[in-house]
Structures are given as structure tokens and as C-alpha cells.
């Protein structure tokens, strides 16, 4: 069994900066993958960046490569996702996910098999 559990979120000026953490607690494998998922409202959840928890690859959405910075921790079981030059439309619940995707779908949501509950993250424009 495996929980997740989002923290960090808040109000940001566009252009500063915030850590998200997801703090995974129950028993678990070295190799599984975590990945940030977010959606705005009335708009469609979208991948955000992933990172294997042992293996260290990391992938990015475009909309967020060279702005965000995915990694972990293992030692204390827990994700990261540093996020800087925040923009508006940033404006988003941004959840963590766990599981084992493969290399080619570590972007699509059905191959994470546990979802923490979400924090919300508002960029000021």
C-alpha cells in the first residue's frame, strides 16, 4: 500500500518560485517512477514532469522544460517539483502520482496506479 501526500502550494507573483514535496508513505519499491500531474479549472489534466525513483531520468512537459526541476529523495521518501519563473497560467492543482510507466508513457496518467490528493498552486499576474 502507498500514500501520497502534496504539500507547498500557495500564492506566487509571476516570475518567483515554489517547492512542491510529495511525501510518499508505506511500503514501496526502489523502482518506482513519480510524476506531477495538474489541471486548471475547466481544463484537462496534463502531465507535468517525471522522474524514475531509482534509475534518475527525468521528463518534462515543453510548457514547463528549463522553468521546473523534478527530484527525490529516497532516504526520506519524498518528491520534489522546484518550480520557478512562475507564469499564470502555471495556475494549477498540481497532484503526485506513483507507479511504473513505461519509458514511453510516463506521461500518461493511467500507467500510475496512486495519486495524492492535490495542492494548489495560484501564479499572479
Known amino acids: 500500500q502507498v500514500q501520497l501526500v502534496e504539500s507547498g502550494g500557495g500564492l506566487v507573483q509571476a516570475g518567483g518560485s515554489l517547492t512542491l514535496s510529495c511525501a510518499v508513505s508505506g511500503r514501496t519499491f526502489s523502482s518506482y517512477a513519480m510524476g506531477w500531474f495538474r489541471q486548471a479549472p475547466g481544463k484537462e489534466g496534463e502531465f507535468v514532469a517525471a522522474?524514475?525513483?531509482?534509475?534518475?531520468?527525468?521528463n518534462y512537459a515543453d510548457s514547463v522544460k528549463g522553468r521546473f526541476t523534478i527530484s527525490r529523495d529516497n532516504a526520506k521518501n519524498t518528491g520534489y517539483l522546484q518550480m520557478s519563473s512562475l507564469k499564470p497560467e502555471d495556475t494549477a492543482v498540481y497532484s503526485c502520482?506513483?507507479?511504473?510507466?513505461?519509458?514511453?508513457?510516463?506521461?500518461?496518467?493511467?500507467?500510475?496506479?496512486?495519486w495524492g490528493q492535490g495542492t494548489q498552486v495560484t501564479v499572479s499576474s
Open positions: 502520482a506513483a507507479g511504473s510507466p513505461t519509458r514511453s508513457h510516463v506521461a500518461t496518467p493511467r500507467a500510475y496506479g496512486y
Open positions: 522522474i524514475g525513483w531509482s534509475s534518475g531520468t527525468t
